[in-house]
């Protein structure tokens, strides 16, 4: 049984690290998909089955690597309850330190806790030497401030962020986001850093980049009215990108340039292309009420000024149409929401069931393999208690032989040969075990009364306890031996127990150790033990002949 036990616990630790393995194998594999693909991450990171059986390290990289994915895709970290806990847990195995100040600011300002979010990432500055993990740090303090429309105090963490060394591109973000923040509090050295962002934007040949920056600087030089200057911006937008140029939204910016400089005609091409712009965008399905409501305000301002006569029906039919539109998306999500419900509900019964499937064919396969191991060490331990029934019976059957060979105590008391004493003594006795008895009523091969006893005595159904007397058995000891008995006990009584008293008795008789195991219904085993312990307790020898010894040693 021990052997069963000890197989079904491998068994079961196997499964168990497997899957281990592979739970945290899936988890890890979004690792890399987190900056490249965060929707696909999302994906894999819900397929997992069975998350409440997943260990700590990967619950807290599974809450981790979720909650970086919804950075990554803009979403709200609001619903990231674990989160805090996931950071907690990294900071005290000394991991990912600046990352989870980053990811704490970040679900922090999610939950309108701007202040904290500041205090966190305070914290974060105070702990991390990293020049490029403390520039982190400081942008995304920016943003928190620039969230809480605190720009002087977000210009402020940027031009300290600009004091470390960086690439081009990040060069170009940081100067763009500082001229931006200047700009927003009326700051004229917003240029300044407008003009440097987008120089380090073309010096890296991010030729995107350098037209977002343009068209955020040519808005602040239109709302600044420099709209000749605005213009020029946006035509060299045109000139770097040509198909950025014919976007509906710069050139709404164009036209209202256009008509503050008194540029009608300018006004209604810029409009003319902005509508057909808007129209394409629309047919994309990338429809945009803010868009199209500056492109009417516009067309109605061009209108006005051009002295033709306003309406404002189109706009509020477009208003009409894209209230319809809502409302149809709403009933539409609405109804795929309920699908997902149901879909999502009957696919978690699916894997309920999966999983009953699962244990119920792991139990029966585990029930099979200890039915079939029980059944093997039943069939074993059975050969075995057999063979060695069978082994007894051959002793004992052997030394019936041997005691019916012995001769007749000879009645004038003359010594008798050593091995003639032994015999006789064994049958003195077999005829206590009743074995001799049976022999002489009724002699024959097949008398089953004998067999039934041997097979009694060396089963140990019948105790031989029970029906040797020793107190007779020890005067033939004596006789036979020299007085065995006597000397034993005057020399070793205190030492030696009953037991083993009589076992030096039978060793003296001539008995083998199978022997004797087969008169006291003991093993092997424990007869060599108790061999061993009689040495010790009389200072033999090991190994040497304790009746040979007893004999040496004078009383």
Same mark, same amino acid.
């Given at each position: 049984m021990k052997l069963t036990k000890i197989f079904l616990l491998c068994l079961i630790s196997i499964l168990f690290s497997c899957k281990e393995n592979l739970n945290e194998g899936v988890i890890s594999d979004t690792d890399t998909?987190?900056?490249n693909d965060p929707k696909r991450a999302i994906a894999i990171l819900d397929s997992l089955e069975q998350v409440s059986s997943l260990n700590e390290k990967e619950r807290m990289h599974l809450v981790w690597n979720r909650a970086l994915a919804h950075q990554a895709l803009g979403l709200s970290l609001a619903e990231d309850d674990q989160l805090m806990e996931a950071i907690v847990y990294y900071r005290t195995e000394n991991e990912k330190v600046a990352d989870s100040y980053l990811l704490e600011a970040s679900y922090l300002n999610w939950k309108d806790k701007g202040e904290d979010a500041v205090k966190a990432i305070d914290k974060g500055l105070t702990?991390?030497?990293?020049? @490029?993990?403390?520039?982190?740090?400081?942008?995304?303090? =920016?943003?928190?401030?620039?969230?809480?429309? &605190?720009?002087?105090?977000? =210009?402020?963490?940027?031009?300290?962020?600009?004091?470390?060394g960086m690439s081009k591109r990040q060069l170009a973000i940081l100067n763009y986001k500082l001229g931006l923040n200047l700009s927003l509090l009326g700051d004229g050295h917003s240029e300044y850093y407008y003009d440097k962002g987008i120089r380090s934007a073309a010096e890296n040949g991010d030729t995107a980049l350098a037209c977002e920056i343009m068209r955020n600087y040519a808005d602040y030089l239109a709302n600044n009215g420099q709209y000749s200057r605005s213009n020029d911006m946006f035509y060299q937008i045109g000139q770097m990108m040509p198909q950025a140029a014919e976007? %509906?939204?710069?050139?709404?910016?164009? =036209?209202?340039?256009?008509i503050n400089m008194h540029r009608l005609d300018s006004a209604r091409i810029c409009i003319d292309r902005a509508i057909k712009s808007e129209t394409e965008l629309e047919a994309e399905g990338f429809a945009n009420i803010a868009r199209r409501a500056e492109l009417e305000q516009k067309r109605f301002l061009l209108d006005y000024a051009s002295g033709k006569s306003v309406?404002? @029906?189109?706009?509020?039919?477009?208003?009409?149409?894209i209230m319809t539109d809502m409302q149809a998306k709403e009933n539409t999500l609405a109804r795929r929401q309920e699908t997902k419900n149901?879909?999502?509900?009957?696919?978690?019964?699916? &894997?309920?069931?999966?999983?009953?499937?699962?244990?119920?064919?792991?139990?029966a396969m585990l029930l099979l393999i200890v039915g079939g191991m029980g059944g093997y060490l039943y069939y074993r331990n059975r050969i075995r208690q057999l063979a060695e029934a069978e082994d007894r019976i051959d002793t004992l059957t052997r030394m019936l032989e041997e005691a019916q060979k012995a001769p007749v105590e000879n009645e004038k008391g003359k010594d008798l040969p050593q091995v003639e004493d032994d015999a006789f003594f064994k049958k003195i006795l077999l005829q206590q075990l009743g074995i001799i008895r049976l022999v002489a009523s009724t002699p024959t091969n097949q008398n089953q009364a004998l067999l039934k006893r041997? %097979?009694?005595?060396s089963g140990g159904e019948i105790p031989t306890d029970s029906l040797l007397i020793w107190s007779d058995l020890y005067p033939v000891i004596n006789r036979l031996y020299d007085n065995f008995h006597a000397r034993l006990s005057s020399q070793y009584a205190d030492a030696l127990t009953e037991k083993e008293v009589q076992i030096c008795c039978l060793l003296c008789a001539g008995?083998?150790?199978?022997e004797i195991g087969v008169i006291t219904q003991q093993s092997d085993a424990t007869i060599y033990v108790r061999k061993t312990s009689i040495r010790k307790k009389i200072g033999a020898a090991e190994g040497q002949d304790i009746v040979a010894y007893i004999n040496s040693v004078k009383g």
């Open positions: 998909l987190l900056v702990e991390i030497s990293d020049s @490029v993990k403390r520039v982190q740090l400081l942008v995304a303090k =920016a943003g928190v401030l620039e969230h809480q429309r &605190k720009y002087d105090q977000a =210009a402020d963490v940027l031009k300290e962020a600009l004091t470390y976007l %509906s939204a710069i050139q709404m910016s164009m =036209a209202g340039n256009y309406s404002s @029906v189109e706009f509020a039919r477009f208003f009409d149409s149901r879909l999502q509900a009957a696919n978690y019964e699916l &894997k309920l069931s999966k999983q009953r499937m699962g244990w119920m064919l792991s139990v041997i %097979s009694g005595i008995f083998s150790t199978k």
